[in-house]
């Protein structure tokens, strides 16, 4: 087969070659272009040896065209965070097999002279649209990364079928074809791409792309949604903050997914959107999205968290180590998940983390652990009551605690550390606590260099604390959290 | 236009350096911030956390930065910011949107 992402895109650019295929601050690339644009990457690509490359781009019309044609050049493709430390990005680039660090354009080769080999910058001749091989439905198309419990990030590849069945689901559900704008947000890394980019480029729609190095500006945000004449939106809870201040009628669908939003941003999205139907999505990177939930302004603005709803079609769930087909009534219960978009596993040198999250039922069927908690109330709506381990998310990047406790601990003159995260409005601050071998040995800005070394950036706390005291621990001699601080 | 207070440079690093540790590193005394200490690698500044440092800027030093085209880049150390400051200080008054 051809990926079906890569036969429908061209088919589109066949068809109306003047559509709009990305929109940014400054231009607007037809599918034509954008085809020529991945096809002059392809072609480009054809030059390096075989192998899985990894993609260190900023978002930009050249990324996505670069994109592309590592999709249709049949390549195995790792989009790694690009603000991970350089020793850690050169460790999960040769994890994945790459052979080849590709950035496109100098700048962002520049971010990473010592790991990036070439710039595809999409020059020369090459054909007027890709020419995609032929791939099986389970090659691996994306490799994503998070967090793991064990230090560097999990590497999470996505068969090419996988993403045929999810960027079809997407397309169908929210309706991203021709005429269609679709706000993305997500950095290119970001597993919600598959939707607001991937996705609409398959179904013929225009993908508004927000300029990263603006991406916290109010004004240059909620501007260039309204230029861009946007009909659906998908973001976290952050990215309605920043839209706070306008009201938006041509917007059809707007998904809430990520963090829980808080009640007074949530309640105001049905007047910001006057037209829109609302929907909380919950997924995460391993299944893609699982669950889904539409909302209207009475449940917008009601007390509590959102439900999050029902299975996506295909979905299947189960709850508890004994695989239960519904919740137990109790305070939460672990939620499993399978769906028709998920990985077959981590590629990862540790047995243990590529094992622990999923877990084979007696049908053979391989369930992935969320990690979740939930719980059912009267009228059977499951909710998320909060994660089994020390996991969270910061701007929307799950991070975990006890990694960074870790890394800290790593630090020669680090005697004890603990991260103890604070929610501060719609963002989440993490505050370490390190105790030193003796006073003056430790430097808040060294171990912050540290810290950026070995973790992505939502990772390194926001603060730093030294303090001379002994940590209190809990009767089990664990560190307690909850009195340190 | 507007009457300024030129301040030597040397004023300035200092003032940059303390709001910089007052508000993202606590615990830091001002001289053991290099000026060239990554800021942005180094997470002391967010994306959220860099909207109120220019608006700091902004106050602080009078400087229009709605008016200037500014990038991430000009905040990335001590350095970069205290030449950012100093170049539009010493800017001619007219300036343009785009």
Known sequence: MTTELLRDFIAHTKREPSAPALRTRTEIVSYAELAA????????????????????????????????????????????????????????????????????????????????????????????????????????????????????????????????????????????????????????????????????????????????????????????????????????????????????????????????????????????????????????????????????????????????????PGVVAAFGPDLAPVPPDDGGTELLVWTPFQTAGYVTPDPAAATGRFVTGPDGRRWFRTGDLVRRDAAGRLFLVGRDDFQLKVRGIRVNLEQIERVLLEHDDVVEAAVVPAVDGAETRLTAFVRGTGPGRLSGLRLRTHCAMRLPRAAIPSAIRLVEQPFPRTSTGKVDRKRIG | MRARVMLPFVDITRQIKEFVVTEYLPDTPPDELEADYDLFRNGVISSLGLLKLIGWIKDRFDVPVDELDIAPENFRTVAAIREFVGNALSAPAERTLQ
């Open chain 1, 37 to 312: 644009r991945a096809g002059r990457a392809q072609k480009e690509l054809d030059a390096l040896p075989p192998g899985p490359v990894a993609v260190l781009a900023r978002k930009s019309p050249q990324a996505v065209a670069l994109v592309l044609g590592c999709l249709a050049a049949g390549r195995p493709l790792l989009l790694p965070p690009i603000d991970l430390g350089t020793v850690a990005l050169g460790e999960l680039c040769a994890r994945a097999g790459c052979v080849e660090v590709l950035a496109a354009t100098p700048e962002d080769a520049a971010e990473h002279p010592d790991v990036v080999t070439t710039v595809i910058g999409g020059h020369g001749d090459g054909p007027a649209v890709p020419q995609p091989v032929a791939v099986d439905e389970q090659d691996t198309a994306f490799m994503l990364t998070t967090s793991g419990s064990t230090g560097a990030p999990k590497i999470v590849p996505l068969p090419a079928g996988a993403v045929a069945r999810f960027t079809g689901w997407a397309g169908e559900a929210f309706g991203l074809g021709p005429g269609e704008v679709v706000f993305n947000y997500a950095p290119l890394n970001f597993d919600l791409c598959l939707l607001d980019v991937w996705a609409t480029l398959r179904h013929g729609g225009c993908v508004a792309l927000v300029d990263p190095a603006l991406a916290a500006n109010p004004r240059y945000v909620t501007d260039f949604f309204t230029a861009s004449r946007v009909t659906v939106v998908q973001g976290v809870p952050m990215l309605y903050q920043l839209l706070e201040e306008g009201v938006f009628p041509g917007v059809r669908h707007v998904v809430v997914t990520g963090d829980h939003a808080p009640v007074p941003l949530r309640a105001g999205l049905p007047r910001r959107f006057p037209r829109a139907r609302l929907h909380n999505v919950y997924g995460c990177t391993e299944t893609n999205d699982s669950f889904w939930h539409e909302f209207d302004a009475a449940e917008a603005a009601g007390p509590g968290p959102l439900p999050i709803g029902r299975p996506l």
